[in-house]
């Protein structure tokens, strides 16, 4: 059970405008600084900040991922001009690294904000409640951007590819690095001395701000930028070249302003969709087949309308024949009347009030014939529902087993006129 989220030194966010203005005050404060702005999205507000290599001790393995794949696919790199480049690549296909994703576009980081997670059980007055969690957009301004072939991030990708389970003193890093011509004998011999140990180890316990190669079109449309976390612990001992270095993790909070966004779950879908009408969506920000799919499925949900249930011919069943004729007023007032019996067995009291009133203006004539008015009736009754509980799915399935039960009752009537010979 998760605690409520602590609003008060925080920006809350309802709308894509609210976001924008709310940026364009962040970027007016910025006192001339010359430092960019960095913003990372998540869904949900009690993640940590971590890259994926922190999580569930793979910092332990983390050699073997790198080395393995370039060992059995070295096709997949060739011409990759850095280790840097080779771990932005395992990270764009789901391996585990320590890049920690964030974008130059803070419309991108709301998108990922506004993903819906799911229902979580909070703790609310001392009594569990579930609902869909906050998302929140953290941003930092600390950092001058770096490039993959910089001396400082390559040494780093450098150690994280290096089993420092085994050969781990200074002195054993320095002569690997030396090898893999990162660094030169004088460099080498200058971090051995006490004096300048130091420069070695502000090197590897920085964090890196890197402009990647744009190797892939995702990267390029969510205007990715990733944080290169190094976070290296050094036991110094009684020399430095016997001195310990060990692979650690940390939260990565601090990096990030105290003062961030935040996005209550119930606000999120409609966010989203401001988004897309910025074409900011899963289709423009994945170019993948799959997330197309995804998109263009997502975007016409809304258009749904009622379908009946499959029901298989025998000699003998009752044909709806909308040949016959129908009194519109007489089937008007049978609804009506039914409906009011039928639906509260499963609706409020109030809830039936409220939906007949919904429906009567839209029984006009020949409406059960028509998809697009049986259509307009779920949709008023959908939008009912989501108004009073904040949750579009519960909403569409509270309309879809409404229409259900209309639809019986237009059939009923039906039947018994056929039945009556009218």
């Given at each position: 059970m998760?605690?409520?989220?602590?609003?008060?030194?925080?920006?809350?966010?309802?709308?894509?405008s609210?976001f924008i203005e709310?940026?364009?005050?962040l970027r007016?404060?910025?006192d001339?600084?010359?430092?960019?702005l960095y913003f990372?999205g998540?869904e949900?507000e009690f993640?940590?900040?971590?890259?994926s290599i922190?999580?569930?001790?793979?910092?332990?393995?983390e050699?073997k991922?790198?080395?393995?794949p370039?060992?059995?696919?070295p096709?997949?790199?060739?011409?990759?001009?850095?280790?840097?480049?080779?771990?932005?690549?395992?990270?764009h296909?789901?391996?585990?690294?320590?890049?920690?994703?964030l974008?130059?576009?803070?419309l991108?980081?709301?998108y990922?904000?506004c993903?819906i997670?799911?229902?979580?059980?909070?703790?609310?007055?001392?009594?569990?409640?579930?609902k869909?969690?906050?998302?929140?957009?953290y941003?930092?301004r600390?950092?001058?951007p770096?490039?993959?072939?910089?001396?400082?991030v390559?040494?780093?990708?450098?150690?994280?590819?290096?089993?420092?389970?085994?050969?781990?003193t200074i002195?054993?890093?320095l002569?690997?690095?030396?090898?893999?011509?990162?660094?030169d004998?004088?460099?080498?011999?200058?971090?051995?001395?006490k004096?300048?140990v130091g420069e070695f180890?502000?090197?590897?316990?920085?964090?890196?701000?890197?402009v990647?190669?744009?190797?892939?079109?995702r990267?390029?449309?969510q205007?990715?930028?990733f944080?290169?976390a190094?976070?290296?612990?050094?036991?110094?001992?009684?020399?430095?070249?016997d001195?310990?270095?060990?692979?650690?993790?940390n939260?990565?909070?601090?990096?990030f302003d105290s003062?961030?966004?935040?996005?209550k779950?119930e606000?999120?879908?409609?966010?989203?969709?401001?988004?897309d009408?910025y074409?900011?969506?899963e289709?423009?920000?994945?170019?993948?087949?799959?997330?197309q799919l995804?998109?263009?499925r997502?975007?016409n949900?809304?258009?749904?309308?009622?379908?009946?249930?499959f029901?298989?011919y025998?000699d003998?069943?009752?044909?709806?024949?909308f040949?016959?004729y129908i009194?519109?007023?007489?089937l008007?007032?049978y609804i009506i009347d039914?409906l009011?019996?039928?639906?509260?067995?499963?609706?409020e009291d109030?809830?039936?009030?409220?939906?007949?009133?919904?429906i009567?203006p839209?029984l006009n004539i020949d409406?059960y014939k028509?998809?697009n008015s049986?259509?307009?009736?779920?949709?008023?009754?959908?939008?009912?529902?989501?108004?009073?509980n904040?949750?579009r799915?519960?909403?569409?399935?509270?309309?879809?087993?409404?229409?259900a039960?209309l639809n019986?009752?237009v059939?009923a009537?039906?039947?018994?006129?056929?039945k009556?010979?009218e």
């Open positions: 998760y605690k409520e989220l602590e609003t008060d030194n925080l920006i809350e966010i309802d709308s894509v609210s709310a940026i364009k005050e007016e404060s910025a001339g600084t010359s430092t960019g990372r998540q949900v993640w940590d900040i971590e890259p922190f999580r569930n001790d793979m910092l332990s393995i050699h991922l790198m080395q393995i370039l060992q059995k696919i096709m997949e790199f060739k011409g990759f001009d850095s280790l840097f480049d080779v771990m932005t690549k395992y990270q296909y789901g391996m585990c690294t320590r890049l920690l994703d974008t130059t576009n803070p991108v980081a709301l990922f904000a993903k997670h799911g229902q979580e059980e909070y703790e609310i007055e001392k009594n569990p409640v579930k869909e969690p906050y998302g929140v957009v941003y930092t600390n950092y001058y770096s490039q993959p072939t910089d001396k400082a390559k040494i780093v990708t450098a150690l994280a590819s290096y089993d420092l389970s085994k050969e781990n002195g054993m890093v002569d690997k690095l030396k090898m893999d011509n990162l660094i004998a004088a460099t080498k011999d200058s971090w051995l001395k004096e300048h180890i502000k090197i590897i316990q920085k964090n890196y701000m890197v990647p190669t744009y190797t892939n079109e990267l390029q449309r205007n990715g930028i944080l290169l190094s976070m290296f612990s050094v036991s110094i001992g009684t020399s430095v070249k001195s310990v270095i060990t692979k650690s993790k939260n990565l909070r601090e990096e003062r961030h966004f935040y996005i779950g606000n999120k879908d409609s966010i989203l969709k401001e988004l009408l074409n900011i969506n289709a423009t920000l994945f170019p993948e087949l799959e997330h995804n998109y263009i997502y975007a949900a809304d258009f749904t309308q009622s379908v009946t249930e029901s298989r025998e003998g069943n009752v044909v709806m024949d040949n016959i009194d519109d007023n007489e008007n007032k039914e009011k019996i039928k639906l509260c067995n499963i609706v109030e809830d039936t009030q409220e939906i007949t009133r919904l009567e839209e409406w028509r998809n049986k259509s307009r009736i779920k949709n008023l009754i959908t939008e009912y529902y989501f108004n009073k904040k949750n799915e519960e909403a569409k399935s509270k309309a879809n087993e409404i229409m039960v019986d009752e059939k009537f039906i039947e018994s006129k056929q009556s010979g």
